[in-house]
Each structure stands twice: as structure tokens, then as C-alpha cells.
Nanobody, 130 residues
Framework: QVQLVESGGGLVQAGGSLRLSCAAS????????MGWFRQAPGKEREFVAA????????YYLDSVKGRFAISRDNAKSTVYLQMNSLKPEDTAVYYC???????????????????????WGQGTQVTVSS
């Protein structure tokens, strides 16, 4: 069974930075696109960023482009999300996940229906104060 453990969230002032981590196990990490999602109170979960299995291609939600950066360390089966210039509207619980099929592209993962994901971690809370 896939296990996803997110960490690194917290409370930060607007303009600040946080680095999220996600440790994955139970699946061949190196052959899957990995991504980050978030869910704000009262809103649906949304895609934020994805990175291909080699770490050479990425795709971002428009509202985070230029502020967030996704990366991965295949040796550690870990994916990261560096978040800079944080805004109050970035407040949400952040989750990571792997793509539903191996060896696809970050854009393909970005267009997956959320209903296709069978497993989720507990998420990590990010709160940005104004």
C-alpha cells in the first residue's frame, strides 16, 4: 500500500517562505510523476505542482508560478515544495501524491480527476497571515 507523509507546514507571515517535504513508500517512486495539491477551507482540493520522474520537467498552477518550486530526490523517495512570497490565499492543507500511471508527464497528472487517486496522506497545514 502506498504511504505518503507530508511535513514542513506552519504559520508564516505574508511574503514569507516554507519548504514542504513528502516521503513516499510502497510504490516504485522513480517511475512516477509526483505532485502537490492543496485544499483550502470550504473549497475543493486543487492541483498545485508536479514534477516528472527524472526531475527535468515541471508544471504549476498559474497562481503559484514564479513563487513555488517543486523538486525531488529519488534516492530518498522524497518530493519537496519550496514556497516563496507566500500570500494569505495560499492558506490550505497541502498534500502530495504520485500520478495514477507511471512514466507520464506533469501536465498529464495536472489533468487527472481527483477521483482517480486512491490514497492520500494526512497533509500538512500551511497558514499565511496578512
Amino acid at each position: 500500500q502506498v504511504q505518503l507523509v507530508e511535513s514542513g507546514g506552519g504559520l508564516v507571515q505574508a511574503g514569507g517562505s516554507l519548504r514542504l517535504s513528502c516521503a513516499a513508500s510502497g510504490r516504485t517512486f522513480t517511475t512516477y510523476v509526483m505532485g502537490w495539491f492543496r485544499q483550502a477551507p470550504g473549497k475543493e482540493r486543487e492541483f498545485v505542482a508536479a514534477i516528472d520522474w527524472r526531475g527535468g520537467s515541471t508544471y504549476y498552477l498559474d497562481s503559484v508560478k514564479g513563487r513555488f518550486a517543486i523538486s525531488r530526490d529519488n534516492a530518498k523517495s522524497t518530493v519537496y515544495l519550496q514556497m516563496n512570497s507566500l500570500k494569505p490565499e495560499d492558506t490550505a492543507v497541502y498534500y502530495c501524491n504520485n500520478d495514477t500511471l507511471p512514466l507520464r508527464t506533469p501536465l498529464a497528472m495536472a489533468t487527472n480527476p481527483l477521483s482517480e487517486y486512491k490514497y492520500w496522506g494526512q497533509g500538512t497545514q500551511v497558514t499565511v497571515s496578512s
